[in-house]
């Protein structure tokens, strides 16, 4: 476009070809990722849908919908739910928000109810047991006077028409997240109680799994301070690695930094500083993945940038890999790593990261946006009262139209409320 074609209008009277059944196509979105055998499993939203989630599975590069179209994938614990299905071998669990029962699915498609279908009964985190018929979850009950109780249970499967047996595994603290399962038989999961939120203060905790009792031994805290409240370690995201260690997040440091435990004790994987992790308000354990015994993929944030990387489990420097917006979720098959992630100019995508650092996109919902039209966030930091504060300036960009001399363009202030979000320079329909 020659100059003498750019119209000189006030900010705000510009046209765009951006309309608004764009800005509501992009509100489609993919996350919680999870690798199973060589299949990649993750959850998408679906706006022309009532907003509804459903299941998608891709499979030898195909991709296809696995949970059925009359259902929400959805858990509402601690309301903002979280960990709403789990795949292991090809078995499928899943929150079912439009009737409130947990589900399985068995690899020939066969879906059958775990629970009865309260509404005050509510589930999360959900993990397929690699051995016995059961998935294990966060239950919320609110059939109780007063403020509800949380457990882990663990979902038997249903031997007839009727859901199968519930049974208790953990119970007394206020909150539970994340049960995680070895292959020798250990179940890992977080707890914490009030006045504590678990940026705060959590218990990472391992008990022997009975398989024949269906019920925990010998358990132990492996980090986390027990009795603090406020002034504890936030410990997040507990994973047994194909190494047999349990590797999890902590902020012992002030960061939330990779940690490794190998039944003996707690060591730190690096000391970037940095932040490997979010504060988790929402359940769910997408934070890292293996790529191999010795490399863990997960992501850097550090001054609001964010960055996938790789984690050396041998002392090798963290690999900083290709930039990106924002990460959701990252997973692996067969020593491949692959993450949901947002970017700054196109939409939310599914990626393979290749060993040089790049991605190669996958699977993006939408048709990208014309990039002359896109408004490119820019990091901006001041100093405000308690210190400097960053945020992301998306300045008016419009190749056919240029503001009068002298004028600025109007400033739209958006503040999350923290400490449960952050705001990223990813792209945004709505700016």
């Known amino acids: ?50 907003s509804r989630s459903t299941v998608m599975r891709m499979r030898d590069g195909l991709v296809s919908e696995i949970t059925p179209a009359t259902t929400n994938i959805r858990s509402r614990v601690n309301e903002y739910g979280g960990g709403a299905f789990h795949v292991r071998d090809d078995v499928l669990a899943y ?19 775990l629970t009865a279908g309260d509404p005050l009964v509510r589930y999360g985190d959900l993990r397929v047991h690699p051995e016995v018929p059961m998935v294990l979850a966060v239950r919320e009950d609110h059939r109780v006077d007063g403020e509800a109780v949380t457990t882990l249970v663990g979902l038997g499967w249903p031997d007839g028409d009727g859901p199968g047996a519930e049974v208790v595994l953990c119970r007394g603290a206020d909150f539970y997240a994340n049960p995680t399962l070895s292959d020798d038989g250990r179940l890992a999961w ?12 959590t218990l990472l905790k391992v008990g022997q799994f009975d398989t024949r009792e269906w019920k925990l031994t010998d358990v132990q805290l492996v980090a986390g301070r027990s009795g603090a409240e406020l002034d504890g370690v936030a410990v997040h995201h507990p994973r047994w690695s194909i190494a047999g260690t349990l590797l999890f997040t902590s902020d012992a440091s002030g960061f939330f930094q990779l940690a490794e435990w190998d039944g003996r004790g707690v060591r730190a994987l690096h000391a970037d500083q940095a932040d490997f992790d979010l504060p988790m308000f929402v359940l769910g354990n997408h934070a890292h993945a293996d790529l191999d015994a010795n490399q863990i993929l997960t992501w850097r944030l550090d001054e609001g940038l964010c960055h996938l990387a790789i984690v050396s489990r041998v002392g090798v420097p963290t690999r900083r890999l290709a930039g990106v917006a924002a990460v959701d979720s990252v997973a692996s098959t067969l020593g491949v790593g692959y993450a949901i992630v947002d970017r700054p100019v196109d939409h939310r995508a599914l990626v393979r990261v290749e060993p040089d650092g790049t991605l190669e996109v996958l699977r993006t919902l939408g048709e990208s946006p014309d990039r002359a039209y896109c408004s490119v966030a820019r990091s901006l930091v001041f100093q405000g009262r308690y210190g ?44």
Request: hydrophobic share 35%; with cysteine.
């Open 190 to 201: 977080l707890e914490w109680r009030h006045p504590a939120m678990p940026w705060d203060s």
């Open 95 to 113: 929150c079912d928000d439009s009737d409130h029962t947990v589900k399985l699915r068995s690899p020939d498609g066969t879906i059958r109810a």
């Open 388 to 431: 400097p504060v960053q945020a992301w300036y998306y300045p008016p960009n419009n190749p056919g139209y240029r503001a009068p001399g002298g004028t600025r363009p109007p400033a739209l202030m958006r503040v999350h409320g923290g400490p449960t979000a952050l705001t990223s320079n990813a792209y945004n329909a709505t700016v």
């Open 1 to 50: 476009m020659s100059t003498d074609q750019i119209r000189t209008a006030p900010y705000g009277s510009w046209h765009s070809p951006i309309a608004l059944g764009d800005v509501v196509a992009a509100g489609a979105s993919m996350s919680s990722l999870i690798g199973d055998g060589a299949d990649l499993w993750w959850l998408e939203t679906r706006p022309d849908q009532d």
